[in-house]
């Protein structure tokens, strides 16, 4: 592979969050497609879903200073959710917006790990951090925090 993207794959830090999921053949599925269908189980992992991978590799790669001043990202379900895991283990302060029609229970579980959780509008476009809404009001303009996106 070009660049060394599969060593790259290999070396990520994910794993002190993730957990290597396994591949399991969906039978019931391949015998009416007939075709092997395997499912990556994803949903095992502590926050249900793939995303703790990108938000914990993007934020581990952040300098200790970077991580100091915290980050903030807009999600209403599994990136929030991996962007709180990895603030959490990483002792870092995480904002997560989300839309105002964001169920109760994602909230709860955002904030179950620690992170500060508000609603911001109905839908969700571009974040940027000149929005001062999306910021906690204690925040000085000389600690604003790294963006963690979804890809």
């Avoid at 790259?8 to 009416?32: C, F, G, H, K, M």
């Avoid at 991996?82 to 839309?99: D, E, F, S, W, Y």
């Avoid at 709860?108 to 609603?119: D, E, F, I, Y």
Wanted: proline share 5%.
């Amino acid at each position: 592979m070009k660049n060394g993207y599969l060593e790259r794959i290999l070396t990520a830090q994910v794993y002190d969050v993730a957990i290597e999921t396994p591949l399991e053949l969906a039978s019931n599925l391949s015998s009416r497609i007939g075709n092997s269908l395997w499912i990556k189980r994803e949903d095992m992992q502590e926050v249900f879903s793939f995303k703790v991978r990108g938000a914990y590799n993007k934020m581990v790669k952040l300098s200790p200073e970077a991580l100091k001043k915290g980050v903030v990202t807009a999600s209403a379900g599994n990136h929030a959710q991996g962007v709180a895991l990895a603030a959490q283990r990483l002792n870092c302060r995480a904002t997560i917006v989300m839309p105002t029609t964001t169920p109760q229970i994602k909230m709860q579980a955002v904030q179950a790990r620690g992170a500060l959780s508000s609603r911001l509008g109905v839908r969700m476009t571009r974040l940027t951090l000149t929005d001062r809404n999306l910021l906690p009001s204690r925040m000085s303009p000389s600690c604003i925090p790294t963006m963690i996106r979804t890809s």
